[in-house]
């Protein structure tokens, strides 16, 4: 049973940093894509960033561009999110996602997801 299982989400202020974690399990992706997503209330989910199977090339939102980074650690079968200067339009339950079935850059689409960190900045 494939799973994906994100960490790491919490309250923190403007300008503040935090880190998201997605641990895999049930298969390993080191030759997939994965990625992060994130869905505000009343909102679509949207594409955040997405890291090639070797880590050699990675896609963000322009509205994240600068400010996050994403990376992979294969050996552990995780992708982690760093978000820096959060805004409070940052907000948004936040998915990790792997890429089984296509090669995708800033698509909002993926094949695996996990449920979700919730990521709330306050102004």
């Known amino acids: 049973q494939v799973q994906l299982v994100e960490s790491g989400g919490g309250l923190v202020q403007a300008g503040g940093s935090l880190r998201l974690s997605c641990a895999a399990s049930g298969r390993t992706f080191r030759r997939n894509s994965m990625g992060w997503f994130r869905q505000a209330p009343g909102k679509e989910r949207e594409f955040v960033a997405r890291i090639t199977w070797s880590g050699s090339t990675t896609y963000y939102a322009d509205s994240v561009k600068g400010r996050f980074t994403i990376s992979r650690d294969n050996a552990k079968n995780t992708v982690d999110l760093q978000m820096n200067s959060l805004k409070p339009e940052d907000t948004a339950l936040y998915y990790c996602?792997?890429?089984?079935?296509?090669?995708?850059?800033?698509?909002?689409?993926?094949?695996?997801w996990g449920r979700g960190t919730q990521v709330t900045v306050s102004s």
């Open positions: 996602g792997a890429d089984i079935s296509a090669y995708r850059t800033t698509q909002p689409s993926s094949d695996y």
